[in-house]
């Protein structure tokens, strides 16, 4: 079967979540992070959103994340939320009216990852002339310790899924050998602490699909290992 094309926009890269929001809406996410040659270029922030009729998929709105949020937000607005210049977004989920961002980095000073919550979505897709007169309501949702890998090191989180009253998450080990786990939050106590479903040494888990038997799909990469 074909793939389905993005239609609205020319460049993108290093696409890393998507999830479908009201009234069958598609948001798109990429990572925000830098390449490997330490730039940081317009088709690595989008933040998409797009409509589906048939295969056929089209962006009706997007913006440079991370540019937006570095204009609109102050310093002070950036330490609150603890992002810095490593900023790495590899999950969203869209919940209540909102999209969850899943940050792989930067981690908390106690080695926690953070969940944000963006509300207000039409404003972030707003390009008029005012745009920038308009708050950017983002806010931290939760901030979990995810142990992760053998030695049970810090893990970022690599993908998110709302299923249920549950948030399900993965997290992979930000240092040392590829590993990583899978969790569980459940919506009503965003304290925590999360429940570990799963550990997978030497494998890097990408992402969680719902089945049509209700249940939750790891997606896994293999990483080989020499001898």
């Given amino acids: 079967e074909e793939p389905s094309s993005l239609d609205g926009i020319t460049k993108i890269s290093d696409l890393e979540a998507i999830t479908m929001g009201r009234d069958g809406l598609l948001y798109f996410l990429c990572s925000q992070s830098k390449s490997k040659a330490g730039k940081r270029p317009k088709k690595r922030q989008y933040l998409l959103k797009a409509k589906r009729n048939g295969r056929s998929i089209s962006v009706i709105g997007s913006v440079a994340l991370y540019s937006r949020l570095k204009a609109q937000l102050s310093q002070e607005d950036w330490m609150r939320l603890g992002l810095d210049d490593d900023l790495d977004v590899e999950g969203m989920a869209w919940w209540k009216d909102s999209l969850l961002f899943g940050l ?9 990852a953070t969940i944000l919550q ?10 008029s002339t005012e745009s920038e007169k308009t708050p950017i309501d983002l806010r931290v949702f939760t901030r979990l310790k995810l142990s992760t890998g053998p030695e049970r090191k810090a893990g970022g989180i690599s993908e998110l899924l709302v299923a249920a009253n549950r948030l399900y998450l993965l997290s992979t080990a930000v240092d040392g050998p590829d590993s990583s786990a899978a969790w569980y939050l459940d919506l009503s106590d965003l304290k925590g602490p999360a429940s570990l479903l799963a550990r997978w040494p030497n494998l890097k888990a990408e992402g969680l699909s719902k089945t049509a038997s209700k249940r939750v799909s790891v997606f896994l990469i293999v990483v080989r290992m020499p001898l």
């Fill in 118 to 127: 963006l509300r207000q979505l039409d404003a972030i897709f707003d390009t």
């Fill in 104 to 112: 792989k980095s930067p981690l908390s000073k106690s080695g926690h």
